[in-house]
Every structure is written in C-alpha cells, then in structure tokens.
C-alpha cells in the first residue's frame, strides 16, 4: 500500500473514534452503570431537565407492612409521578433529606405526585414497626412507607444506598436515578417537568453542613464492620475490661471499663464505662439504645457539653458546632445495659 495513503486512512480512523468518544461523553447526563437513552430539555428560566430511561420500574413485593396507607402496586400508580425513596431512621444521611422530600409530596399530591418511603433496615431495631412508626411522626411522614425488612424491594431496584430516590414518570418508567444527599432543586424540577408544572430558579446547596470539612468516616461497633478500634485493644466476645488509650490516632476510639462485643453493636456490662474519640468534622452523631434510660456526661477538646439520654434505638446528637477541625469526644456512660451501634458525621 502506498504510504501515504496508509497514514491518511490511520488519520481518518483516528478522527473518527475521537469522535465518537466526544459523542459519547456528552450524552452522559447520570453518574450510573448505563448512559440515559433520552434527555429532555426545557429552556425556562434556563433550567434544564435530563431525564433517563432506567427501564420498567420494579413492583412492590406482596406482603410487606405498609404505614401510612393501604399497600400499592405499580398498577395503582400508573398515571402518577412517583418518587420511591429508600431511607432507614437512623441513618443522618437520610433524615438530613427528609425535609426536602416531605415538602415535595406535601405541595405537589394534589397534582398527581405519589412518593413511597421504602424503609429499608441496617440494623435489628429497625426491623421494628413501632419503632419506624414513631419515626414517620418525628419527621412529619405523610406519604405511604412500606417496610423493606428483608430487602426484597432493596434486591429489585439493584439499589446499595442509604438514601437513593428513583423518580418514576406516568408510564411507570424510571426515569431519573439519585443517590445521598444533594441535588434538591433538581430532583424538584424535574417533578415539576413531569407534572407539567413551571420550573424553579434557586438552587440548593447539596446540605445545610460543610459535607466537604468531614474528615472522619462512618465507624461501626459491631464486629461485622468493626475497623476503628485503637489498635491497643481487641474486641472480645466475652465481657472484658479495657483501660482507655489516652494517646489516640485520628479517627481511631478506645474504651474504658467492662465491654462485650457482638456483631451488630458493643454493649457496657459494667456498672459505668467511657468511649473516647478523636475525630474530625464539626458535628458528632452516635446511634445507640439502652435497656433503661441512661445518661451520656460528654467533653469535647475538655469543654463540657449538653448531656444526652440515652433510651430509644435511634440518632443521638453528641456534638454539634461549625468547627470543622480535629477534636477528642470524651463520653462517660453511668449504668450498665448502654448499647453502640455506630459514630457518624455531619
């Protein structure tokens, strides 16, 4: 072959696949597994609306406990925008977005919008229905929430987040896919689109807190997921004494008095007992319960803080301030039957 024909046909394929990979860059508009197949646009207000195709939506699974309302079937919402926002009470993260989603189903169910809470448990407790009850009236739930116990509707959507929200349009297609927090004033337009409702200007922060000055991850107490720990101490399945580690490393915890662990938490058995921390953000959150009420005494950077009871398996507020830094969390537990389940961050 003639060599200069060689490197014009070489340069020509060469234009060609950068090309294509241009045109395939520009049509992704989700962070997701598969590229949306369809984009909507709508120049108002020059908000625009990018809705994928993420297939038929799953069915609900028969014989889970509905609150809030009688259970549904696709079927029964064929012709409604549907939100299915997966959630577990405890986690901060989802209630963090509960505000926003609970505003959109109160302004928009009289023009044909439906959401359905999908309670998806992490933990024991909230496998309880009393317990997710009392958590739809804490946070003003007025929409139907089904109960996820055995994550067979977790399982259908493919889902692995806490929170996740799959907005469903008229023909019971997925057409949009949002995982954790953010993102509230385009989630709401593109209701709105569906709805046929006139676009909004403002935008949202993607959370009320510094998410960017969070410094430390999620740490678990149970032995399943137990990876903070100082690495002067064992976890024991036995009750066991342990003296704190007054020298910890960031994002590390030690223990002091008689503990026992099990996978899904770290129980005191002793009379009283301590947890310290160091960490880094401005804001400290610990799920934990207890057999009788207990009293949390909490010192952070040895300044005294508001003391916290400790009863109900749910969020508790350890810390709460705007100085996103390193910090050491002191917690004195004053009676025996105290139950952690994890430390989170906001």
Known sequence: MNKKIYI?????IVLIVAASIYVDQSTKIHISNSAPTQTKSQSQNQNKITLGDYGQAPDFKKGDTWLNGQPLTMADLKGKVVLVDFWTYSCINCIRTLP??????????????VIVGVHTPEFT????TNNVKNAIAQFGIHYPVVQDNDYG????????????????????EIVEEHFGEGNYTETENDIRYLLGVSQLNSTQPASSDNLNGIGSPEMYF??????????????????????INQNLALNNFSLGGNWQFSE???????????????????????VASSQNPVTLTITVDGKQQPSVIIQASKLYTIFDSNDYSDHVVEININQSGFQAFTFTFG
Do not use: C
Not at 157 to 169: K, S, V
Not at 224 to 235: D, G, H, I, V
């Open 125 to 128: 407790f909230e496998h309880n």
């Open 222 to 243: 149970g032995t399943y997921r137990l990876a903070n720990l100082t690495p002067s101490q064992s976890p024991a399945s036995t009750p066991t004494n342990y003296t």
């Open 8 to 12: 014009y046909i070489l340069i020509v």
């Open 100 to 113: 926003y989603v609970t505003k959109w189903y109160d302004t928009y169910k009289n023009n044909g919008f």
């Open 264 to 286: 899904p938490n770290l129980q005191l058995m002793g009379s009283s007992g301590q947890i310290n921390l160091k960490f880094h953000s401005g804001k400290l959150y610990m």
């Open 153 to 172: 509707i977790w399982t259908a959507y493919n889902n692995e987040y806490w929170p996740a929200d799959y907005l469903i349009n008229q023909k019971g």
